[in-house]
C-alpha cells in the first residue's frame, strides 16, 4: 500500500512539474516583453495614455497621436524625453493589438507571474554591451576555474597522504626504523614542494593575454619555421624519388642489354723447371694398356688445358685419391699427358679452389 501511494505521489509530481513547464513555456517572446514593459513602468496603460480602460482601438490611437505630439525628443527638451516616447511606443504596441491587451487585462487582474527563468533575467540584462557580457563571463568562469584547480589540488594531496601513511606503516614496523626512518609531516612537507598551488596566473584572462602575446610575438615566427621544415621535406622526399627512378631507369636499361657470351677459362701449361726430366710411364700401365687391346695414344706434353681437361682431372683425382701406390702415373697415362705436368696442373686447381 505504501509502495502504491509512493508510485502516486511520483505521478502527481511529475503532472504538476509538467504543467507548470508548459505554463511557463507557452508565454511568447512578446509576452516578454510587455512583463518588461509592465516592470519599468509601474503605472497602468490606460492612466498614460488618459483613457478608460474600456476605450476603444480608435480612442487609444487617438490618445497615442496626441501624447507622441508632445512627447516627441524634436519638442520635448526633457532630459527623460527619449525614455517617455519609447515607453509610448511601447505601451501602443501593446494596446492595438487584441490578443496583448487581454494578455495586459490578465496582468491587472493576476499580476506578474512570480516565475523567474534564466531566460527572463537574461532578458533583465540583455542590453548590457558586448565588453561588459565578456568581462562577466570572464569573471564567472575564472571563479570556477580557480575552485575546481584548488579542490583538484586538495584530491591530489589527500591521495598522496594516503599513500605515504600506508607506505610508513609498512616500512616503519619496529621502533629502530621509526626513529631512523622519515616522519609523516617530512614526508608530506616534501609532497608539498613538488606539487604545485593553483595560481592566479593560470586564470582564463591571464591565459588569454599570453596567448595573444604569444600570437604578435612568437607565432610568426613560428608559421615560417613550420613553413620552411615543410619545404625541405619535400625537397628531401622529390630528391629520394627522383634518385629511385634514376636507379629504376638505370636497371632497366642494364636488363634490356645483350648478354655478352661467357668466356672459357684457360690454363697455360707452366713451364717445366730447368733440368726437370720426364718420368717415363710405369711398365705395368703400358702391360694394362696392352692387354685391354685399347690402342694408345701419344702423350701430349706442353698442350693447353681445356674446361674438359680440367673437370676429367678433377674425376680423377677423386677416383684415385691420395694413397694408393701409381695415383699420379694412373692419372697421367688416362689424360696422355706427362706426370709433372699432371701433378703441377693439379695443385693449380687446387689452388683454385676446384679440388
Known amino acids: ?45 490606460y492612466e498614460v495614455l488618459g483613457i478608460p480602460q474600456e476605450a476603444s482601438s480608435k480612442e487609444i490611437k487617438q490618445a497615442y497621436r496626441r501624447l507622441s505630439v508632445k512627447l516627441h525628443p524634436d519638442k520635448n527638451k526633457e532630459e527623460d524625453a527619449e525614455l517617455k516616447f519609447r515607453q509610448l511606443v511601447g505601451i501602443y504596441e501593446v494596446l492595438k493589438d487584441n490578443e496583448m491587451r487581454e494578455a495586459y487585462h490578465t496582468v491587472l487582474r493576476d499580476g506578474l ?43 591530489k594531496r589527500i591521495s598522496i597522504k594516503e599513500r605515504v601513511e600506508a607506505e610508513l606503516r609498512r616500512t616503519q614496523r619496529t ?62 622526399e622529390k630528391a629520394e624519388l627522383l634518385k629511385a627512378f634514376e636507379e629504376a631507369e638505370q636497371e632497366r636499361l642494364q636488363a634490356e642489354e645483350p648478354k655478352k657470351p661467357r668466356k672459357r677459362k684457360t690454363f697455360a701449361v707452366p713451364e717445366k723447371p730447368e733440368g726437370e726430366v720426364e718420368s717415363p710411364q710405369p711398365s705395368w700401365v703400358a702391360e694394362q ?38 695415383r699420379w702415373e694412373n692419372i697421367a697415362s688416362f689424360l696422355n699427358r706427362p706426370v ?13 679452389n676446384y679440388l
Open 289 to 326: 694398356v696392352e692387354s685391354s687391346g685399347i690402342p694408345t695414344k701419344p702423350i701430349v706434353s706442353g698442350g693447353l688445358w681445356t674446361d674438359d681437361d680440367i673437370n676429367e682431372l678433377v674425376k680423377l683425382c677423386s677416383k684415385f685419391p691420395g694413397g694408393i701406390p701409381g
Open 113 to 155: 507571474p512570480n516565475w523567474r527563468q534564466p531566460i527572463y533575467y537574461y532578458r533583465r540584462y540583455r542590453k548590457l554591451a558586448l565588453w561588459q557580457v565578456v568581462i562577466i563571463v570572464l569573471l564567472i568562469f575564472s571563479v570556477g576555474q580557480y575552485l575546481a584547480e584548488w579542490a583538484s589540488y586538495w584530491e
Open 175 to 236: 621502533r629502530k626504523a621509526q626513529k631512523d626512518g622519515m616522519t609523516q609531516d617530512e614526508a608530506m612537507a616534501k609532497v608539498d614542494k613538488m606539487l604545485a598551488r593553483p595560481s592566479l596566473w593560470n586564470l582564463a584572462p591571464f591565459q588569454i593575454c599570453r596567448f595573444c602575446k604569444y600570437m604578435v610575438i612568437q607565432f610568426p615566427f613560428d608559421v615560417i619555421q613550420l613553413v620552411r621544415q615543410y619545404r625541405e621535406t619535400k625537397a628531401a
Open 340 to 352: 709433372p705436368e699432371v701433378t703441377l696442373m693439379a695443385k693449380t686447381v687446387k689452388i683454385l
Open 1 to 45: 500500500m505504501q509502495r502504491k501511494m509512493s508510485q502516486l505521489g511520483t505521478l502527481l509530481s511529475l503532472l504538476v512539474l509538467v504543467n507548470v513547464i508548459g505554463y511557463v513555456w507557452s508565454w511568447e517572446n512578446s509576452e516578454y516583453e510587455m512583463f518588461d514593459l509592465v516592470e519599468e513602468i509601474g503605472q497602468n496603460f
